[in-house]
């Protein structure tokens, strides 16, 4: 039985219904807008809000998430494309389907491979401020990406200012109409959003702009319209596509990988904090690995955890992964008996459904939050802002990336110590900084190195030991590391500590070592530290050293 459906009670069923109709009704606006930001056709989207909800039904561990196409993946996956056709000539609609479906298998894939080697972890590569900054510069970028759409002006200029300049260059060109369409359209979503109306912006919008462009041929109107959609299913088949460069393909799998996994984990564990649901990042894995490969077998493209769709199971009263699959079917249906209705909607509609989501995707209380908490990350988010805004969205991943990894390196370059000391009628040792009443032993100087020591920080933590050597009072003959908190080092640390000890031993002060992790103290062993210092200076606990001080005074 699959976790989705595992202890399924007949009573649930008229929920799961009810949640499966309300879910496909609420993503139906999302499938078929969303393909437009990568320039695929609206077919693609139904069809990835078909197969995957089927597959994560089966294979993910979740009762209540609801996978889908997602805009930030859409985002990435638009600027993988440009990427691999930029090498490719003369690809066609049919082409990028090709392409983005071969994506959706390449990020499956490593959702599996990912799994097998239990890298859940990833999902926390990419932290939520960085998520943020990404995000909010996604939106942005998505929000340029509609000019086009609403105002009927082709706008090839890329950046954030260049397009707006571009289309103040062109605005004799302006289609009136459709412009004021998609403020229509854009100003009811707001109004839903704000009063809160029951049924969603989304689905009003589509349902008003099916009805207005029947009734007024918008069409003839110079209106641009969604077009045919194929009546038929999708069918099971391998995707190919011939002198595609693997390279940036593999690039491009990988970048829509982490951004969509990391996406959805967050999405995942918000929902099942409100559910009671435990959420086990390698088990997603499976789920979403499961969901992408349907994608790409079913001519879609990669999909994440939708919030919106998930948000509406919830609040129905969804039950299990039924929903998904009465969802799917739900969207089956549509497909195959109201083709004539979708090939109607107007695009400019569809550009304001975009716009909106880009703008809810903007996320400026979670920017104040990150500045009240921590300005050094509100830089760092800031960074990752900037990258889909001034280097492109591909380029954006791998800045962000990079925001990461040098967020990361900053915490572990420089570790933080402190001086030890004890008090009078108390066991242990308390940091003199934080304890007024601790104080140092005489002859017997204690540091609390907090974090690792690597070749990155040595030259960091050399430079502090030897400024607190060159402090210590006169007649100070111990100084002792409290190694509780180095959980690794590595040789060129080791090489490092033995210089020091060196150093000190010219001052007549020994070092010690006290609580070292047996990884660490391997590590010393092996590079003959332990011999440097001397054996009868490493003691298990810092309370060894003390009393050791105090039998050799």
């Not at 982490?258 to 409100?274: D, E, K, N, P």
């Not at 790409?296 to 998930?310: E, Y």
């Not at 209705?341 to 400026?364: E, Q, S, V, Y």
């Not at 040792?429 to 609390?448: D, I, Q, T, W």
């Amino acid at each position: 039985m699959p976790a989705g459906l595992a202890g399924y009670q007949p009573a649930w069923l008229s929920r799961d219904l009810s949640a499966g109709l309300a879910v496909a009704a609420v993503g139906l606006p999302s499938a078929i807008a969303y393909p437009a930001i990568a320039g695929l056709p609206p077919q693609t989207g139904l069809y990835a809000s078909i197969a995957p909800l089927a597959a994560y039904a089966l294979f993910g561990p979740s009762k209540n998430l609801i996978v889908g196409p997602d805009a930030a993946t859409m985002t990435v996956l638009a600027a993988t494309l440009a990427a691999v056709t930029a090498s490719v000539p003369d690809v066609g609609a049919g082409e990028r389907v090709a392409i983005a479906a071969m994506l959706a298998l390449g990020v499956g894939l490593l959702c599996l491979l990912a799994w097998l080697f239990r890298l859940g972890v990833l999902a926390s590569f990419l932290s939520r401020p960085i998520l943020t900054g990404f995000f909010i510069g996604i939106s942005f970028s998505i929000l340029i990406g509609q000019i086009s759409r609403v105002t009927g002006v082709k706008v090839d200029s890329e950046g954030l200012l260049r397009p707006l300049i571009d289309l103040l260059r062109k605005a004799n060109l302006i289609h009136w109409p459709s412009l004021i369409l998609a403020l229509c359209m854009f100003a009811l979503l707001q109004i839903v959003r704000i009063t809160k109306f029951p049924v969603p912006g989304p689905v009003l919008v589509v349902v008003l702009s099916v009805l207005l462009s029947a009734v007024f041929g918008f069409e003839a109107r110079g209106i641009a319209i969604v077009g045919d959609i194929p009546a038929g299913l999708p069918h099971l088949t391998l995707p190919r596509f011939a002198g595609l460069p693997l390279q940036t393909l593999a690039l491009g799998s990988a970048a829509i990988f982490l951004v969509s996994y990391g996406a959805g984990i967050i999405t995942a564990r918000s929902f099942g904090a409100r559910s009671g649901e435990t959420v086990d990042p390698n088990r997603e894995l499976i789920g979403f690995g499961a969901a992408n490969l349907a994608a790409g077998l079913f001519g879609a493209f990669p999909v994440s955890a939708s919030d919106s769709r998930t948000a509406v199971n919830l609040a129905v009263g969804g039950r299990s992964q039924l929903t998904s699959l009465v969802a799917a079917l739900t969207l089956v249906a549509t497909l195959l008996f109201l083709g004539p209705a979708l090939r109607i909607i107007p695009l400019p509609a569809l550009g304001a459904i975009l716009a909106a989501t880009a703008l809810n995707m903007i996320d400026i209380g979670a920017m104040r939050q990150i500045w009240r908490i921590s300005p050094m990350e509100f830089v760092f988010a800031l960074i990752a802002m900037w990258g889909p805004i001034g280097l492109g969205v591909l380029n954006g991943v791998v800045i962000a990336i990079g925001a990461t990894l040098a967020y990361v390196l900053r915490k572990l370059m420089f570790p933080r110590d402190a001086m030890l000391g004890r008090i009078a009628d108390h066991e242990g040792f308390y940091k003199l900084h934080r304890s007024p009443e601790a104080r140092a032993v005489p002859g017997f100087a204690v540091c609390l190195i907090q974090g690792s020591l690597l070749f990155f920080n040595t030259d960091y933590i050399a430079t502090r030991l030897r400024a607190i050597a060159a402090g210590l009072p006169a007649g100070t003959r111990w100084l002792v590391l409290d190694a509780s908190a180095v959980a690794q080092i590595d040789s060129s640390a080791a090489e490092m500590l033995g210089e020091v000890c060196e150093e000190l031993r010219q001052r007549d002060i020994r070092l010690g070592l006290a609580d070292l992790h047996a990884e660490a103290r391997d590590m010393l062993e092996r590079a003959g530290i332990i011999d440097i210092v001397g054996a009868d200076m490493i003691f298990d606990i810092l309370e060894d050293a003390y009393q050791a001080f105090e039998a050799r005074r």
